[in-house]
């Protein structure tokens, strides 16, 4: 339980045995993901259904993710499915050529305004980077290039600009749909794919509400746009999500690194969740155990501080879905070993805070890492205390007891936070501290004679209102 860096595992055909969700759950997995990129409605209700089950079954409260396609920019197909590219050859996109028409001469585009969007000079990426071509003039709806990076190129692979500016929506027909599914199967978390700026957000989160939905909303940043207007976003999410693969292509691979280490160190100070994503343990899709390149990578965003990260392809179509979540929580506890930069209580020390029991997590954790205390007990309705108090470093667990799953689940997402069930009662102090610790001693969690900081607020049931903090000593049942 005292891995503090989270796992997002994405389900698909690799995961689909019941058997192997315990396992994965058994392994470490915190919230699943589930890729409406891939599948078709009944297919996400089904993986739904079974990760509750099967995390009722392992007695955990496991957070549920649902990420939007979003506009991927795609070519449409060739008559023989695939053309071989060379250095040099010239190559068109057209969005008026037909559905199947392409051919080594070009292909169609799912985006009637491409030409609109390049000039001549700029540079195309497909399929991920791995073909580049080089734009040399613009004919009406036909941009000609020339290829620059050759290689073999199939149906439906993605387009980027070097340097952003396609200027697709960032939330389609098919999205909208989606919304309202992540609504009706109560999922936890909304991921809004290729955002451009805080707007792109709140329609999101407008949406998803007007569907029914409650879950927090995650910000994928994909777009040199996004990256561009990053403080709107934090500000219009609850959840960043530093999305890799399209990113490292528009930005350039040089620059990802630093961007990576920029946005999570933004979203920790705002207060905010954060995600690390793509390509984390990418080759266990075919191998049992990472590269020493991809423990490297995993373990520089754990030590930036990142709350979680995130496995793809590794989960939904590898070989191993359960060994690459035990490696990647073996690798997060490696690390986790190390401070992070700004050490124990730098955090927002010279802020003035507009909340109480923002203030009270703030002074909870300047308290722990000044105090022998073994853990941090946060009574709490929808999960902000022990959100706040999660984004101070500290190696002291921090026990959400909350008598609803929604926010267990939710809390499943924070550093350092792990979820209680506990049923919150309108009783005497006494009593209430004595059946916090019979809670916490049952679990095994604390022992006889430790302190604890406990934070709670004098209106049971309302959000937000925390406003108190003691520190108590676990004492003998009886």
């Given at each position: 339980?005292?891995?503090?860096?989270?796992?997002?595992a994405?389900l698909?055909?690799?995961?689909?045995?019941?058997?192997?969700?315990?396992?994965?759950?058994?392994?470490?997995l915190?919230?699943?993901?589930?890729?409406?990129?891939?599948?078709?409605?009944?297919?996400?209700?089904?993986?739904?259904?079974?990760l509750?089950?099967a995390?009722?079954d392992?007695?955990?409260?496991?957070?549920?993710?649902?990420?939007?396609?979003?506009?991927?920019?795609?070519?449409?197909r060739?008559?023989?499915?695939?053309?071989?590219?060379e250095?040099?050859?010239?190559?068109?996109?057209?969005?008026?050529?037909?559905?199947?028409?392409?051919?080594?001469?070009?292909?169609?585009v799912?985006?009637?305004?491409i030409h609109?969007?390049v000039?001549?000079?700029?540079?195309?990426?497909?399929n991920?980077?791995?073909i580049?071509?080089?734009?040399?003039?613009?004919?009406?709806?036909?941009?000609y290039?020339?290829?620059?990076?050759?290689g073999?190129?199939?149906?439906?692979?993605?387009?980027?600009?070097?340097?952003?500016?396609?200027?697709?929506?960032?939330?389609?027909?098919?999205?909208r749909?989606?919304?309202?599914?992540?609504?009706?199967?109560?999922?936890?978390?909304?991921?809004?794919?290729?955002?451009r700026?805080?707007?792109?957000?709140?329609?999101?989160?407008?949406?998803?509400?007007?569907?029914?939905?409650?879950?927090?909303?995650?910000?994928k940043?994909?777009?040199?746009e996004?990256?561009?207007?990053?403080?709107?976003?934090?500000?219009?999410a609850?959840?960043?999500?530093?999305?890799?693969?399209?990113?490292?292509?528009?930005?350039?691979?040089?620059?990802?690194?630093?961007?990576?280490?920029?946005?999570?160190?933004?979203?920790r100070?705002?207060?905010?969740?954060?995600i690390?994503?793509?390509q984390?343990?990418?080759?266990m899709i075919?191998?049992?155990?990472?590269t020493?390149?991809?423990?490297?990578?995993?373990?520089?965003?754990?030590?930036?501080?990142?709350?979680a990260?995130?496995?793809?392809g590794?989960?939904?179509?590898?070989?191993?879905?359960?060994?690459?979540?035990?490696?990647?929580?073996?690798?997060?506890?490696g690390?986790?070993?190390?401070?992070?930069?700004?050490?124990?209580?730098?955090?927002?020390?010279?802020?003035?805070?507009g909340?109480?029991?923002e203030?009270?997590?703030?002074a909870?954790?300047?308290?722990?890492?000044?105090?022998?205390?073994?853990?941090?007990?946060?009574?709490?309705?929808?999960?902000?205390?022990?959100?706040?108090?999660?984004?101070?470093?500290?190696?002291?667990?921090?026990?959400?007891?909350?008598?609803?799953?929604?926010?267990?689940?939710r809390?499943?997402?924070?550093?350092?936070?792990?979820p209680?069930?506990?049923?919150l009662?309108?009783?005497?102090?006494?009593k209430?501290?004595?059946?916090?610790?019979?809670?916490?001693?049952?679990?095994?969690?604390?022992?006889?004679?430790?302190?604890?900081?406990f934070?709670?607020?004098?209106?049971?049931?309302?959000?937000?209102?925390?406003?108190s903090?003691?520190?108590?000593?676990?004492?003998?049942?009886?």
């Amino acid at each position: 339980m005292h891995r503090r860096t989270k796992i997002v595992a994405t389900l698909g055909p690799a995961s689909d045995r019941k058997e192997t969700l315990r396992k994965m759950i058994d392994a470490g997995l915190d919230v699943a993901r589930v890729n409406f990129s891939h599948g078709e409605a009944e297919d996400h209700r089904r993986r739904a259904a079974d990760l509750r089950a099967a995390a009722k079954d392992c007695g955990r409260d496991v957070g549920l993710l649902g990420d939007l396609q979003g506009p991927k920019i795609r070519i449409l197909r060739f008559h023989d499915n695939a053309v071989e590219l060379e250095d040099g050859d010239s190559f068109f996109l057209d969005s008026e050529l037909g559905l199947e028409d392409g051919t080594k001469d070009g292909v169609g585009v799912a985006m009637n305004t491409i030409h609109q969007d390049v000039a001549a000079g700029d540079t195309l990426l497909l399929n991920d980077g791995m073909i580049a071509l080089h734009v040399d003039r613009i004919d009406k709806t036909r941009v000609y290039t020339t290829v620059v990076n050759g290689g073999i190129l199939s149906n439906h692979k993605g387009i980027n600009k070097l340097g952003g500016g396609l200027s697709a929506p960032a939330l389609t027909e098919v999205d909208r749909e989606n919304i309202k599914l992540a609504a009706e199967l109560e999922m936890d978390f909304l991921a809004v794919s290729f955002v451009r700026d805080g707007d792109d957000v709140k329609e999101a989160r407008r949406l998803f509400e007007e569907a029914g939905g409650k879950g927090l909303i995650v910000a994928k940043i994909e777009r040199v746009e996004a990256v561009d207007n990053i403080d709107s976003i934090v500000d219009a999410a609850d959840v960043i999500m530093v999305a890799r693969g399209d990113l490292g292509v528009e930005m350039g691979y040089a620059e990802l690194t630093g961007i990576q280490k920029k946005l999570i160190r933004k979203t920790r100070k705002a207060s905010k969740i954060v995600i690390t994503a793509t390509q984390m343990m990418e080759s266990m899709i075919q191998n049992p155990v990472p590269t020493r390149a991809e423990v490297s990578d995993v373990s520089n965003a754990v030590m930036d501080g990142t709350d979680a990260v995130m496995l793809s392809g590794e989960t939904a179509v590898g070989k191993y879905p359960v060994k690459a979540i035990r490696a990647m929580a073996e690798v997060c506890t490696g690390a986790e070993k190390y401070p992070l930069p700004e050490g124990r209580t730098r955090h927002r020390m010279g802020d003035y805070f507009g909340r109480v029991d923002e203030a009270i997590a703030m002074a909870v954790m300047y308290a722990a890492n000044h105090l022998d205390v073994s853990a941090i007990i946060a009574l709490t309705e929808s999960g902000s205390t022990a959100r706040w108090m999660s984004r101070i470093r500290s190696d002291i667990p921090i026990y959400a007891l909350t008598p609803h799953v929604a926010t267990s689940r939710r809390v499943s997402l924070y550093r350092g936070v792990f979820p209680v069930a506990f049923e919150l009662t309108d009783e005497a102090k006494a009593k209430l501290y004595r059946n916090v610790f019979d809670a916490l001693l049952s679990r095994e969690l604390v022992n006889v004679g430790e302190f604890l900081i406990f934070t709670k607020g004098d209106l049971d049931g309302v959000s937000g209102s925390t406003n108190s903090m003691t520190i108590l000593e676990v004492t003998k049942p009886g």
